[in-house]
C-alpha cells in the first residue's frame, strides 16, 4: 500500500504552538520560502494543515536536511514558541515489521523471557542505535509446545524500508544465544493464552480447568515440570 507523500514536513509541536502557527499560517508560509530562498532552495511551502502531535507543512518537493533545518529555524522565531516547543521537522515515517528468533522463552534463570529483556538487550547493541521503536516488542511463544519464543518488534522507518534493510538477517547474542533478525509481515494480532497455551483467546477468558505447562502441554504448572514430566 502507498504510504503518505514524502512532499511534506511534519513539526511536532504542542497544542498551544499548533494553534500559534495555524492563527498566520498564510503569513508563516510566505516567511518560510522567503528564507528557503535565501538559501538558494528549490524547495516551496505549499500550506500548513494541523496533523496530530503537531502541523505538516506541504511542499513541492522532497525537502532535504538543509529545507528542514530551515523551516525549523524559522518556526522557532515565531513570537509565542519557545525554542524546546518546535521539535525537529522530519519527512513522513511509516512502520517497519521485524522478528528476533532463536531465543528460548524460558531462560536459564528459569524466568520467561520478557519485553522488558529484549528492550534492554537492544539499547546495549550498536546494531539497533539508530533505531526508534514504535511500542515495546511482543514475546510470543513459537508454538504451544516449543521452547522457543518469537519476538516481533515495529521500527519507525522511511517509506523504502531504509532501516529494516540494515537489521534483516543480522544476527547478534542475547546471552548464551545467537538471535536473528528476519522481516515479517503485520504482527499477527491473535492472542495466546498463558494458562493453557492455545492461540484465539486470552487468559482472562480461558475456561480450561486448570493450567498447563508450556514445556509438555501437560496438565501441571512450569515449575512443577522436572517432577511431573
Known amino acids: 500500500m502507498k504510504g503518505p507523500s514524502r512532499k511534506q514536513a511534519i513539526v511536532p ?85 521485524l522478528k528476533i528468533t532463536g531465543i528460548p522463552y524460558i531462560q536459564p534463570n528459569s524466568n520467561k523471557l520478557t519485553s522488558d529483556d529484549i528492550t534492554t538487550t537492544m539499547k546495549q547493541l550498536e546494531l539497533f542505535e539508530p533505531m526508534n521503536l514504535t511500542a515495546k516488542p511482543r514475546v510470543i511463544k513459537a508454538s504451544p509446545k516449543s521452547d522457543m519464543t518469537i519476538i516481533w518488534f515495529n521500527i519507525w522507518d522511511s517509506q523504502n524500508g531504509s532501516k529494516a534493510k540494515l537489521l534483516i538477517n543480522h544476527s547478534f547474542n542475547f546471552g548464551r544465544y545467537i538471535a536473528t533478525i528476519r522481516a515479517t509481515n503485520m504482527n499477527p494480532g491473535v492472542p495466546q493464552c498463558h494458562n493453557c497455551w492455545k492461540w484465539g483467546h486470552s487468559t482472562f477468558s480461558c475456561h480450561a480447568h486448570g493450567s498447563k505447562c508450556q514445556k509438555c502441554n501437560s496438565p501441571h504448572k512450569l515449575e512443577h515440570h522436572r517432577d511431573l514430566a
Open 13 to 97: 509541536t504542542s497544542d498551544n504552538i499548533k494553534d500559534t502557527i495555524m492563527g498566520e499560517a498564510n503569513a508563516h508560509i510566505f516567511q518560510t520560502n522567503m528564507l528557503l530562498k535565501s538559501i538558494k532552495s528549490t524547495t516551496r511551502a505549499k500550506f500548513i494543515h494541523p496533523c496530530p502531535g503537531g502541523v505538516s507543512i506541504n511542499t513541492n518537493s522532497v525537502p532535504n536536511t538543509s529545507d528542514l533545518n530551515t523551516i525549523k529555524r524559522y518556526l522557532k522565531s515565531i513570537n509565542g514558541t519557545g525554542n524546546d516547543e518546535v521539535l525537529a521537522p522530519r519527512l513522513p515515517q511509516s512502520k517497519s515489521y
